[in-house]
């Protein structure tokens, strides 16, 4: 069975699990973009707590296709979002093994919402060393064939993970707090674990 998902800005650790087990990943890109969604924003773990990192988009896009939402550059969010990332894993024990390429991503100057996650999620996939086969929608369909495996707007935000039955949290290494925070986006587990991150990604799905 294939998987037909919606892309997200720097996708948590139940995303990737809800890839898993799928040789082909269909890529939504014909949606009408879905507000408060980690469409485009993430969660990291820093000294002050979890942050939730947020790109801005320009004014209209309400019930524009997510493929036509742009990115608004005149908040200057890549410097933020950088140094926020690099104050708060810096000194994790991978941080310059990964670094310099999601650096240069961050930094490319993409007009296009889904243009940027789409290169985020080539490179987390790559990170952790998972090759399915990718596609993009050319069309909306609102009920696809019985072969595809639906999970589009799923996974948000507004609903605890409990609800989806796609992760369960297992507790790895991190830079700060004295417990454990679950479901960040996977550059937390990638900078604080390295090579591990693939395995206990496997090891938190359900």
Known sequence: MNLLIDLHYLPS??????????????????????????????????????????????AKHGKTVIKDVRIDHSKKWQNNHWRTIESAYRKAPYFEYYSDD???????????LFDLNLELLSFCLKSIRFAPTRSVSVSYQKEPPATIFDLRSLINPKKSVSERNLYKPVSYYQVFGSGFVENLSLIDLLFCEGPRAASLILASRI
């Open 13 to 58: 650790l139940e995303y990737f699990c809800a890839l898993q087990g799928y040789e082909t990943i269909e890529l939504e890109k014909c949606e009408h973009y879905v507000k408060q969604s980690y469409r485009n924003r993430c969660y990291i773990n820093t000294a002050q707590g979890v942050e939730m990192l947020i790109v801005p988009l320009t």
């Open 102 to 112: 999601l650096r240069t991503i961050l930094y490319r100057d993409h007009d296009f």
